[in-house]
T-cell receptor, first 115, second 117 residues
Framework: AQSVTQLGSHVSVSEGALVLLRCNYS??????LFWYVQYPNQGLQLLLKYTTGATLVKGINGFEAEFKKSETSFHLTKPSAHMSDAAEYFCAVILNSGGYQKVTFGTGTKLQVIP | GAVVSQHPSRVICKSGTSVKIECRSLDFQATTMFWYRQFPKKSLMLMAT?????????EQGVEKDKFLINHASLTLSTLTVTSAHPEDSSFYICSARPRRSPGNTIYFGEGSWLTVV
């Protein structure tokens, strides 16, 4: 079975400060890992993804994440927070199971950016 | 990028009636579509997975007869909430996986807010 854990349902950072959103997963097979962002009253938007290859992946809006197999982690970072980054962020694991794709989401982390 | 459209974005219906939500992949063929429900202050819950031309696979605890899912074509899946109850009020999101999907990327619709009164 696969699972995703996001530590901290709410994270507050000052504008210009480092953003770090944590995501740990469990999976019996190599997973595909994703980060999605959800702005208020909107759907989900893909930020970045890891499938194979380079473990440090860069996404939109200056975000990046590093896949660390030994730590089963895929933390999301951004060097300098902007007010427009305030949103809810979801980590997701996607596995192919029996020919079907199964998506498991973390519980989400709401990011607040303080001026 | 790939676009998934959901309609309606907001709908209000009376208790006991049925409401249909459409999910369309606008610029790609989707072999698999997923339906999620998002409860307030909680994460997304996968309701069911539908593959074109076959019956949907429902997650444990999701009532098949209440949440009817049809994936009639490679670009359209529908979710029908039957005999709607106020407890069904929620944010419903669909996603679609393209026929050719490098890295298994899936794309999400904007979601549909359902309010049952």
């Amino acid at each position: 079975a696969q699972s995703v854990t996001q530590l901290g349902s709410h994270v507050s950072v000052s504008e210009g400060a480092l953003v770090l959103l944590r995501c740990n997963y469990s999976s019996s097979v190599p997973p595909y890992l994703f980060w999605y962002v959800q702005y208020p009253n909107q759907g989900l938007q893909l930020l970045l993804k890891y499938t194979t290859g380079a473990t440090l992946v860069k996404g939109i809006n200056g975000f990046e994440a590093e896949f660390k197999k030994s730590e089963t982690s895929f933390h999301l970072t951004k060097p300098s927070a902007h007010m427009s980054d305030a949103a809810e962020y979801f980590c997701a694991v996607i596995l192919n199971s029996g020919g079907y794709q199964k998506v498991t989401f973390g519980t989400g982390t709401k990011l607040q950016v303080i001026p | 990028g790939a676009v998934v459209s959901q309609h309606p974005s907001r709908v209000i219906c009376k208790s006991g009636t049925s409401v249909k939500i459409e999910c369309r992949s606008l610029d790609f063929q989707a072999t698999t579509m997923f339906w999620y429900r998002q409860f307030p202050k909680k994460s997304l819950m996968l309701m069911a997975t539908s593959n074109e031309g076959s019956k949907a696979t429902y997650e444990q605890g999701v009532e098949k007869d209440k949440f009817l899912i049809n994936h009639a074509s490679l670009t359209l899946s529908t979710l029908t909430v039957t005999s709607a109850h106020p407890e069904d009020s929620s944010f419903y999101i669909c996603s679609a996986r393209p026929r050719r999907s490098p890295g298994n990327t899936i794309y999400f619709g904007e979601g549909s807010w359902l309010t049952v009164v």
